[in-house]
């Protein structure tokens, strides 16, 4: 275990660990918008700015991106940190001036009004979807696309993601709630990506429970009787 500081506060954390998460560990909250512990650190949205103070110098630095060392000491609130946080929450509130989480956030963080031109965005570009999709399920559906005020996460040429399994991690990890699934009959669709695939009936109680496309791409990764893929997950416990 790696012994360390946090706001004056003697916190351990494992080796190979991030601040934010040995942070959050123990109960001292830092703002964050694209961290999951799901997925590799990415330092996107740098809400999760702090000061870390190593052999007596300071920096300011990425908390879910800057290991855990020992002996160092990490202030979460100074007001060179929380003057960064401000301007960047600003910043995301322009872009999306739509969003009641950012909304929130902002107003905690003390920020009222916004000073640069807002745009009509919904999504913050954290990139959390892109990386489940990639690192967790493997189907690298989606992805960044154009630079500059024109960067946003599609499916390939912006059209229907057709390496979409419509599992949902999209929808789970988005920090917004701005990528919507919908279930009718026996559809399932991705809103965002405009992916709708056939569901599956259970063989034994009958409800729809996964997509085919979806079902079909677990056979090829794990080996399990055929049947397993024939009944939901309540009636296989």
Known sequence: MVSFKIDGQSVEGKEGANILEVALDAGIEIPHLCYNESVKPYGACRLCLVEVVKSGRSRMTTSCTYPVTEGIEVLTRTEKTLRARRMIIELILAMCPGDKLIQDMAREMGVHEVRFKKEDKDCILCGLCGRVCDEVVGAHAIQFAFRGDRKEMVPPFGEEAMNCIACGACVIVC?????????????????????????????????????WFQLEKFKEQVKLSKDFFDVCYTCRT
């Open 175 to 211: 920090p917004v709630d701005v990528i919507r699934m919908k279930e009718e009959g026996d559809e399932r669709t991705i809103l965002r990506w405009k992916r709708t695939l056939k569901m599956k009936q259970c063989k034994v109680c009958g409800n729809y429970f996964a997509p």
